[in-house]
Nanobody, 123 residues
Framework: MQLVESGGGLVQAGDSLRLSCTGSGTAFSSYVMGWFRQAPGKEREFVEALSQSGLNTFYGDSAKGRFTISRDNAKNTVDLQMSSLKPEDTAVYYC?????????????????WGQGTQVTVSL
């Protein structure tokens, strides 16, 4: 399974940004998909995750009310729509796959990772 993130960039506080992650393979629809982020000098932080069907979402504290995860199993993609961005949202954002069931917030529960995409939010 290979994951490729895109959509990162430099934005101003209050702006919106949409990240996308494309996965390879034919079993994409059977995987739990998650987004994490890591700021310099900090641990990897859970952002949001979505069940295989797309019906169950699990939010990290940073995502509540501002970020929305979605997936298109026909296209092997999972997106993260971010709004009202703040400078503290600055981080490398990673897409991750969990091959078995259950939506978890711990990075160690995920099996495959993308290379990450940088999001920088300026004042």
């Amino acid at each position: 399974m290979q994951l490729v993130e895109s959509g990162g960039g430099l934005v101003q506080a209050g702006d919106s940004l949409r990240l996308s992650c494309t996965g390879s393979g034919t079993a994409f629809s059977s995987y739990v998909m998650g987004w994490f982020r890591q700021a310099p000098g900090k641990e990897r932080e859970f952002v949001e995750a979505l069940s295989q069907s797309g019906l169950n979402t699990f939010y990290g504290d940073s995502a509540k009310g501002r970020f929305t995860i979605s997936r298109d199993n026909a296209k092997n993609t999972v997106d993260l729509q971010m709004s009202s961005l703040k400078p503290e949202d600055t981080a490398v954002y990673y897409c991750a796959v969990r091959r078995t069931g259950g939506v978890f917030s711990s990075a160690r529960e995920y099996d495959y990772w993308g290379q990450g995409t940088q999001v920088t939010v300026s004042l």
